[in-house]
């Protein structure tokens, strides 16, 4: 089944305290992306990657890093996690964007930082 | 800047009606707009993608179009189902920056016994 898949789904943390939350797809998609999703304010994009090893900023990058090592990989670190970044996370993968590309999302990641 | 409205914010109707949400748009160049279903907690999952060339396009119960002079999009829902109350979020993309999804904050439906 294709799929994308984030772990944790919920995830309760202190300041300060770095974490990881992995995204992976099944899909052999080339383009990976990280948005959040906080009330009123619809999704927005945090990072984004093209391939392997590139990797650019979306609309809401500061605090956050990513990584693309491997094809199917994309997890994104915050490594000094804020209450600012409480939030719901979703990854979502698709092939070389085009104009009729389908993005697939993740089950989301709900991140609370206290 | 690229902008995507929606309207209503968020709407109640009776079990077995129809309605219809609108979706307007300031993104240019305009390349797709796609219609997604999400249900609260979840992941967004697409309904219909359509191009420049579209102007409506049917999944089911859900039919979507697309008026790209005017830059509006609506999606009807026929004969809805209490599976039907979700979040559905309107999605534009621009050729320009790589095919960047610029997202509406989504209207809001509750179907009612």
């Known amino acids: 089944e294709a799929q994308v898949t984030q772990n944790p789904r919920y995830l309760i943390t202190v300041t300060g305290k770095k974490l990881t939350v992995t995204c992976s797809q099944n899909m052999n998609h080339e383009y990976m992306s990280w948005y959040r999703q906080d009330p009123g304010l619809g999704l927005r994009q945090i990072y984004y990657?093209?391939?392997?090893?590139?990797?650019d900023k979306g609309d809401v990058p500061e605090g956050y890093k990513v990584s693309r090592k491997e094809k199917r990989n994309f997890p994104l670190i915050l490594e000094s996690p804020s209450p600012n970044q409480t939030s719901l996370y979703f990854c979502a993968s698709s092939s070389y964007p085009s104009a009729n590309t389908e993005a697939f999302f993740g089950q989301g990641t709900r991140l609370t930082v206290v | 800047k690229n902008q995507v409205e929606q309207s209503p914010q968020s709407l109640i109707i009776l079990e077995g009606k129809n309605c219809t949400l609108q979706c307007n748009y300031t993104v240019s160049p305009f390349s797709n707009l796609r219609w997604y279903k999400q249900d609260t907690g979840r992941g967004p999952v697409s309904l219909t993608i359509?191009?420049?060339?579209?102007n409506t396009k049917s999944n089911g119960r859900y039919t979507a179009t697309l008026d790209a002079d005017t830059k509006q999009s609506s999606l009807h829902i026929t004969a809805s189902q209490l599976s039907d109350s979700a979040s559905y979020i309107c999605v534009v993309s621009d050729s320009n920056s790589g095919y960047a999804l610029n997202f509406g904050k989504g209207t809001s439906l509750l179907v009612t016994p």
């Open positions: 359509m191009t420049f060339s579209e």
């Open positions: 990657s093209m391939n392997v090893e590139v990797t």
